[in-house]
Protein backbone atom coordinates (compact mmCIF):
# COMPACT_ATOMS: atom_id res chain seq x y z
CA UNK A 1 0.00 0.00 0.00
CA UNK A 2 1.28 3.35 -0.98
CA UNK A 3 1.84 5.93 1.78
CA UNK A 4 2.64 9.49 1.79
CA UNK A 5 4.57 11.15 5.05
CA UNK A 6 4.27 14.87 5.31
CA UNK A 7 7.12 16.81 7.16
CA UNK A 8 9.11 19.82 7.81
CA UNK A 9 5.07 22.18 9.03
CA UNK A 10 5.74 25.05 12.02
CA UNK A 11 5.03 28.32 12.91
CA UNK A 12 6.74 30.87 11.24
CA UNK A 13 6.40 34.84 11.48
CA UNK A 14 4.80 36.56 7.89
CA UNK A 15 7.74 37.23 5.75
CA UNK A 16 9.83 33.34 7.09
CA UNK A 17 9.81 30.45 5.19
CA UNK A 18 9.50 26.94 5.48
CA UNK A 19 10.24 23.72 3.29
CA UNK A 20 8.01 21.11 3.42
CA UNK A 21 8.70 17.24 2.36
CA UNK A 22 6.65 14.48 2.06
CA UNK A 23 8.63 10.80 1.32
CA UNK A 24 6.59 8.60 -0.59
CA UNK A 25 6.93 4.52 -0.06
CA UNK A 26 5.39 1.27 -2.00
CA UNK A 27 5.38 3.64 -5.22
CA UNK A 28 7.60 3.92 -8.76
CA UNK A 29 7.68 7.48 -7.66
CA UNK A 30 8.46 8.64 -11.62
CA UNK A 31 5.05 7.79 -12.80
CA UNK A 32 2.80 9.79 -10.41
CA UNK A 33 1.35 13.48 -10.45
CA UNK A 34 2.09 14.48 -7.47
CA UNK A 35 0.93 18.03 -5.75
CA UNK A 36 0.57 19.57 -2.29
CA UNK A 37 -2.59 20.95 -0.97
CA UNK A 38 -3.97 22.76 1.84
CA UNK A 39 -7.18 23.15 3.99
CA UNK A 40 -7.61 26.47 6.31
CA UNK A 41 -10.50 26.30 9.09
CA UNK A 42 -13.97 26.44 7.38
CA UNK A 43 -12.69 26.19 3.81
CA UNK A 44 -12.11 23.93 1.28
CA UNK A 45 -9.26 21.84 0.17
CA UNK A 46 -7.39 23.69 -2.74
CA UNK A 47 -4.38 22.78 -4.76
CA UNK A 48 -0.97 24.53 -4.11
CA UNK A 49 1.21 23.22 -6.68
CA UNK A 50 1.58 20.12 -8.76
CA UNK A 51 4.03 18.43 -10.82
CA UNK A 52 4.80 15.24 -13.03
CA UNK A 53 7.61 13.50 -11.04
CA UNK A 54 8.24 11.89 -14.53
CA UNK A 55 9.24 14.77 -16.55
CA UNK A 56 8.93 17.48 -13.84
CA UNK A 57 6.99 19.65 -15.53
CA UNK A 58 4.96 21.98 -12.45
CA UNK A 59 1.72 23.83 -12.01
CA UNK A 60 0.90 26.49 -9.70
CA UNK A 61 -2.49 27.79 -7.89
CA UNK A 62 -2.11 32.16 -8.62
CA UNK A 63 -1.54 32.58 -4.88
CA UNK A 64 1.71 30.85 -4.64
CA UNK A 65 3.43 31.86 -7.97
CA UNK A 66 6.57 33.41 -6.98
CA UNK A 67 6.75 32.71 -3.67
CA UNK A 68 6.19 28.71 -3.52
CA UNK A 69 8.15 26.08 -5.12
CA UNK A 70 8.08 22.41 -5.97
CA UNK A 71 10.16 19.85 -6.46
CA UNK A 72 11.92 16.55 -6.03
CA UNK A 73 14.07 14.09 -5.46
CA UNK A 74 13.65 10.66 -7.21
CA UNK A 75 16.21 9.01 -5.36
CA UNK A 76 15.02 10.04 -2.32
CA UNK A 77 11.63 9.62 -3.39
CA UNK A 78 10.31 12.52 -1.85
CA UNK A 79 8.87 15.54 -2.84
CA UNK A 80 9.29 18.92 -1.79
CA UNK A 81 7.72 22.14 -0.93
CA UNK A 82 9.69 25.42 -0.37
CA UNK A 83 7.35 28.31 0.86
CA UNK A 84 8.95 31.84 0.77
CA UNK A 85 7.63 34.98 2.01
CA UNK A 86 4.62 33.37 3.62
CA UNK A 87 1.93 35.08 4.71
CA UNK A 88 -1.45 34.70 7.28
CA UNK A 89 -3.33 33.54 4.33
CA UNK A 90 -0.84 30.68 4.13
CA UNK A 91 -1.75 29.36 7.51
CA UNK A 92 -3.43 25.93 6.62
CA UNK A 93 -2.92 22.03 6.88
CA UNK A 94 -0.79 21.45 3.73
CA UNK A 95 -1.12 17.92 2.48
CA UNK A 96 0.90 15.58 0.11
CA UNK A 97 -1.05 13.91 -2.45
CA UNK A 98 -0.58 11.63 -5.38
CA UNK A 99 -2.32 10.23 -8.73
CA UNK A 100 -0.35 7.07 -10.85
CA UNK A 101 0.01 8.90 -14.03
CA UNK A 102 1.41 6.82 -16.89
CA UNK A 103 2.09 6.97 -19.87
CA UNK A 104 3.72 9.86 -18.95
CA UNK A 105 2.12 13.33 -19.27
CA UNK A 106 2.66 17.15 -19.11
CA UNK A 107 0.34 18.65 -16.51
CA UNK A 108 -0.81 17.63 -13.61
CA UNK A 109 -4.14 19.76 -12.24
CA UNK A 110 -4.52 21.48 -8.60
CA UNK A 111 -7.73 20.16 -8.48
CA UNK A 112 -8.18 17.90 -5.98
CA UNK A 113 -10.58 15.41 -7.22
CA UNK A 114 -8.11 13.31 -9.41
CA UNK A 115 -5.74 12.64 -6.56
CA UNK A 116 -6.18 8.88 -4.63
CA UNK A 117 -3.62 8.73 -2.61
CA UNK A 118 -2.96 11.38 0.67
CA UNK A 119 -0.97 12.08 3.17
CA UNK A 120 -1.92 12.79 6.87
CA UNK A 121 -1.03 16.60 6.66
CA UNK A 122 1.55 18.93 8.68
CA UNK A 123 0.43 22.15 9.75
CA UNK A 124 1.84 25.40 8.93
CA UNK A 125 0.88 28.28 11.23
CA UNK A 126 2.05 32.06 9.66
CA UNK A 127 1.71 35.17 12.02
CA UNK A 128 1.22 38.54 11.79
Known amino acids: QVQLVESGGGSVLAGGSLRLSCTASRITFSRYCMGWFRQAPGKEREGVAT????????NYADSVKGRFTISQDNAKNTLYLQMNSLNPEDTAMYYC?????????????????????WGQGTQVTVSS
Open 97 to 117: AAVYAYPARDFCSTSVRPYNI
Open 51 to 58: IYTGGGST
